[in-house]
Antibody, heavy 119, light 110 residues
Framework: QVHLVQSGAEVKKPGSSVKVSCRAS????????ISWVRQAPGQGLEWMGG????????NYAQKFQGRVTITADESTSTAYMELSSLNSEDTAVYYC????????????WGQGTKVTVSS | QTVVTQEPSFSVSPGGTVTLTCGLS?????????PSWYQQTPGQAPRTLIY???TRSSGVPDRFSGSILGNKAALTITGAQAEDESDYYC??????????FGGGTKLTVL
């Protein structure tokens, strides 16, 4: 059974960057699409972007273009999401999620990483 | 920019039937968008209910069903139970590794 295990909570200053990791425990994600989704307090889910490691392709939601970078280390089955120029509106829980090519839907989610941006 | 629309809130009586919908700001949702549905309770990660329009994820009770109704994707709960009170999100796949989320529907069972 594959689990997506994310790194722990972070507290960041405005203007700084945060890098969240997502490791596939018990399997690999090389043949899947990996996306990052965030949820601000009291708000809905928001797709930020994703990558398909086997193709080396990345896509980002327009809202986050230029501020988010998604990468993956196939040797450790770990994906990363780095968000720069943080502000208070980036305070949220960040999730990684895996999508098989067969369904184009998210079948496994990480547990979430809380990022708090505060001066 | 494509916007996915969902009802902000809905209520259903225990044992009742409710249909939540998922539309597009321009155009129709079809099976080619691979619409999927997720349930989320406070403080928890989303749980996958339905993918590829109507396929139930493993372990999901058969009271949950997905379909296309007119120009929208739909999630129907038949025989709603108290534990179904949650937020429900629709996600559509736009192709080329891009997804768009709906704003979610808060379902109350009372």
């Amino acid at each position: 059974q594959v689990h997506l295990v994310q790194s722990g909570a972070e507290v960041k200053k405005p203007g700084s960057s945060v890098k969240v990791s997502c490791r596939a425990s018990g399997g690999t994600f090389i043949s899947y699409a990996i996306s990052w989704v965030r949820q601000a307090p009291g708000q809905g889910l928001e797709w930020m972007g994703g990558m398909i490691p086997i193709f080396g392709t990345t896509n980002y939601a327009q809202k986050f273009q230029g501020r988010v970078t998604i990468t993956a280390d196939e040797s450790t089955s770990t994906a990363y999401m780095e968000l720069s120029s943080l502000n208070s509106e980036d305070t949220a829980v960040y999730y990684c999620a895996r999508a098989p090519f067969s369904s184009n839907a998210f079948d496994i989610w990480g547990q979430g990483t809380k990022v708090t941006v505060s001066s | 920019q494509t916007v996915v629309t969902q009802e902000p809130s809905f209520s259903v009586s225990p044992g009742g039937t409710v249909t939540l919908t998922c539309g597009l700001s321009s155009g129709s949702v079809s099976i080619s968008y691979y619409p999927s549905w997720y349930q989320q309770t406070p403080g928890q990660a989303p749980r996958t209910l339905i993918y590829s329009t109507k396929t139930r994820s493993s372990g999901v009770p058969d009271r949950f069903s997905g379909s296309i109704l007119g120009n929208k994707a739909a999630l129907t709960i038949t025989g709603a139970q108290a534990e179904d009170e949650s937020d429900y999100y629709c996600i559509v796949y736009m192709g080329s590794g891009i997804w768009v989320f709906g704003g979610g529907t808060k379902l109350t069972v009372l």
